[in-house]
């Protein structure tokens, strides 16, 4: 018996739609693509090249010297600790914190938790503003120290829903109570069995909640009064902004020094960069996963 196959093509508005879509698609691409290379080819070009502006796609006389510039710089390694320790701890105590309130208030069986959930949500409305948080951290004796940048932003409201969604999605009421009928206290089923299912959340958060973290600056430029303390974005800050001394010197000497702040201004946008975009590839799988939470019914 011979079998017929015939091609099914598809529709000429189909095609001319998918094409307009690439065409789009590729056209963005190139416009967050190009500032990326733009910016990395600067932080490798000489400073001569970078003032001039001789740099527009590759690399133009191939030159270290804002690396080296940027990690001999004792504040910038200083501030580049800090900000590590700050998304570290920070990310643990934000991804704990939301996961102890996003579980309960996902829970039927939890008494309330409807009244605790409209107080929640009236938090991404209104807020006291920031005299009235600054003092509530001034009276905590918080001000110039670690927990200022730690404690005062530590749980967003919309991470809190997209836990409690995730949990009232994937963990069935069934599960409980069978842990329930064994003897499981609720700290033990929370860490045996919630959280070996709860990857896909767990790493949503924590790369929110790091890359918020990382990038965060004003809580610092608040809070903050010792340098030594400073975040690495703080000390970026002051050298794209505030890095316009002159001083006494002659005008060779200020045309130099202003070629290195150029290029260094490129060399801490790539380093600032380095740790979100390494993270990221390993957590892209479950982010995906995790942001689809609640989005299919069925």
């Not at 107080?119 to 991404?124: H, L, Q, R, S």
């Amino acid at each position: 018996m011979t079998e017929v196959r015939q091609s099914i093509r598809e529709p000429f508005g189909d095609r001319m739609f998918l094409m307009l879509v690439y065409t789009a698609l590729s056209f963005v691409l190139l416009l967050v693509l190009y500032p990326l290379i733009y910016i990395v080819s600067s932080s490798l070009s000489s400073p001569l090249a970078v003032s001039a502006g001789k740099v527009w796609l590759w690399p133009v006389d191939l030159s270290f010297k804002g690396y080296q510039a940027v990690f001999q710089n004792p504040q910038i390694v200083t501030g580049y600790a800090n900000s590590l320790f700050y998304t570290v701890a920070g990310t643990f105590i934000s991804v704990a914190m939301t996961i102890m309130i996003g579980y309960p208030l996902s829970r039927k069986t939890f008494f309330g938790r409807s009244g605790v959930m409209v107080f929640i949500t009236f938090t991404m409305l209104f807020s006291g503003g920031l005299i009235p948080t600054y003092l509530v951290v001034k009276q905590l004796h918080l001000i110039d120290t670690r927990w200022a940048l730690l404690l005062p932003n530590a749980i967003w409201v919309w991470q809190v829903i997209i836990a409690r969604t995730f949990f009232q999605s994937s963990i069935p009421d069934e599960l409980v109570e069978a842990s329930e009928m064994d003897g499981c206290s609720d700290l033990r089923f929370i860490w045996s069995v919630v959280f070996p299912l709860s990857k896909p959340i767990v790493a949503v958060l924590s790369l929110m909640y790091a890359v918020g973290q990382w990038n965060a600056y004003f809580d610092a430029l608040i809070y903050l009064k010792t340098q030594s303390l400073y975040p690495l974005q703080l000390i970026l800050r002051s050298v794209l902004i505030l890095n316009n001394g002159t001083g006494a010197m002659d005008a060779a000497k200020m045309i130099e020094r202003q070629q290195m702040v150029d290029l260094m201004k490129y060399s801490l946008i790539v380093v600032a960069s380095l740790p979100v975009l390494i993270i990221y590839p390993f957590v892209q799988r479950y982010f995906v996963q995790g942001m689809l939470i609640g989005s299919v019914k069925g």
